[in-house]
């Protein structure tokens, strides 16, 4: 996965599927945010208020924050769900109503920078900056 590819050595993720509430995924980013330990929410939040649930503490906990955000159409989504199995096959109508509810990213939500991710036709991550300004290498 991107995470595992790019942060599994240096960032905590947090990601909903695993923790299974509301309440342990707040209190990991909280512990984290504490320690100052770097952090990847891995979850699918199509809203700007379910990214605020992140954005605000790590912004007033003086984090940068920077946004991964995957471009997939409904019909690249759907053959991708295809290849999963047993619970993780995400009904059609499910895929197709969170794209209907998808605001995309932006700078006003809190972002320092925004990537656009995408998938190649070699199944590898493309990842290009939408908006904001890349940190100096």
């Known amino acids: ?4 590819q790019r942060f599994f050595d240096t960032h905590v993720r947090i990601s909903r599927d695993l923790l299974r509430t509301r309440n342990r995924e707040r ?3 909280d512990a984290c945010l504490e320690t100052r330990q770097p952090v990847v929410i891995d979850n699918t939040n199509v809203l700007a208020d379910e990214r605020a649930r992140y954005l605000g503490p790590a912004k007033a ?3 940068r924050v920077v946004c991964y955000y995957f471009r997939t159409g409904t019909r690249a989504a759907i053959a991708r769900n295809k ?4 619970k993780a ?8 109503g969170t794209y209907k509810k ?10 320092d920078v925004i990537y656009a991710v995408t998938l190649t036709a070699s199944n590898e991550f493309s990842v290009d900056l939408l908006a904001g ?3 100096p290498t």
């Open 1 to 4: 996965t991107f995470y595992q």
């Open 27 to 29: 209190r990991l980013l």
């Open 61 to 63: 906990a003086g984090f």
């Open 83 to 86: 290849l999963r199995e047993g």
């Open 89 to 96: 096959v995400v009904p059609i109508p499910g895929i197709l």
């Open 102 to 111: 998808l605001e995309e990213p932006r700078m006003e939500e809190g972002f």
């Open 133 to 135: 300004k890349e940190p």
